[in-house]
């Protein structure tokens, strides 16, 4: 065979070989989706910077931001499968993985880290009249969407003051959406349970003088008594430009797996975040408060990749 035909056979071969065994030598990109919640509040923005950080540090990734019913549905959905990584409160989060309700099994989540405080904006215009929480019987309050924190919150909050939702008309729709309905006149009072601040409560106080509802510090250590996973919150004045401090209560917020990811991913997953903190800090002015000395605790037991992370950086034993 001469040179010329030994070169076209060889190339031949090469093509089939390629065509035939096309992933030969090559790593599969490994396609994942991060459960978020509705437009407008922060788990979209904190969750479209861990994907970016993700894809950035743990090469073969392709990892997509979901927008979701929120903190109560997210467990649901990395416990079933449907989700690989998603943000939840701690108060859900610990609910889901022992069974607790709302829930009605325990759910096979696990922690990467915790990550920094929701806050829960009570709000209304300024001229609603509404000044406390019990002003707000008979009156038109959204909710945020069916399976977010933000009602879950409310229920437990509400009784601790003598309410109910019951006492209420709750519009169960997403943040953004309940903002242009109290400046528009549809809603009287929004609950949104979000990182501050945050862009719905932002947008309203553009267009609306707004108020926040008052809730005395004897009910929110009631309430942090009653739940410890919750915290007692203040939002500064200049957020959103109120006459003083606001007191409010929070929630911590936690990035959850399903405890079969591979602890190898999981690993990298935790260092592509939380061993990138600078980073993470500016994806959203709530995460300016993420902290690796303050990532493992979670109410929700690590991942062994996570625990195995934090071990190598000393943050744990």
């Known amino acids: 065979m ?21 992933a030969a030598g090559l790593a599969e990109t490994k396609k994942m989706t991060i459960g978020t919640a509705s437009m407008g509040g922060a788990y979209y923005p904190v969750g479209t910077g861990i994907a970016s950080l993700i894809n950035k540090y743990v090469p ?11 903190a109560v549905e997210n467990p649901r959905l990395v416990g079933g499968g449907e989700t690989d990584l998603a943000i939840t409160n701690a108060g859900p989060g610990f609910a889901a993985y022992k069974g607790n309700k ?37 009156k038109r309050v959204g909710c945020g969407v069916a399976g977010g924190g933000t009602i879950l919150m409310m229920k437990r909050l509400f ?24 400046q528009d006149g549809n809603l009287d009072a929004t609950f949104v349970l979000a990182g501050a601040p945050t862009s719905a409560i932002m947008e309203l106080g553009m267009h609306r003088p707004i108020r926040f509802i008052d809730i005395s510090k004897k009910t929110v250590d009631l309430f942090v008594e009653k739940y410890p996973f919750y915290t ?9 430009k109120t006459p003083g401090d606001v007191l409010a209560v929070g ?36 995460a300016k408060v993420i902290s690796l000395k303050t990532a493992p605790n979670s109410p929700v037991p690590l991942h062994p990749g996570a625990a195995r992370f934090y071990k190598e950086k000393g943050v744990i034993k």
Do not use: C, W
Not at 62 to 67: F, K, L, P, S, T
Not at 116 to 133: A, C, E, F, N, W
């Open 2 to 22: 001469n040179k010329k035909a030994l070169l076209i056979t060889s190339g031949i071969f090469l093509l089939i070989a390629v065509l035939v065994f096309p």
């Open 102 to 138: 709302p829930y009605p099994k325990s759910y096979p989540i696990l922690s990467l880290g915790y990550m920094y405080p929701s806050t829960l904006h009570m709000v209304t215009r300024q001229d609603s009249g509404i000044k406390t929480l019990k002003g707000l019987k008979g």
């Open 251 to 286: 929630a911590g917020n936690l990035l959850i797996v399903n405890k079969d990811m591979d602890e190898e991913l999981a690993y990298k997953i935790t260092a592509a975040t939380f061993g990138h903190v600078a980073e993470f800090q500016k994806v959203h002015p709530s």
């Open 60 to 70: 073969g990734t392709d990892v997509r931001v979901e927008v979701t019913g929120g």
């Open 232 to 240: 007692g919150v203040t939002i500064p004045k200049d957020y959103y």
């Open 159 to 182: 009784p601790l003051i003598g309410m109910s939702i019951k006492d209420i008309k709750p519009s169960y729709i997403g943040y953004k959406d309940a903002s242009l309905a109290v």
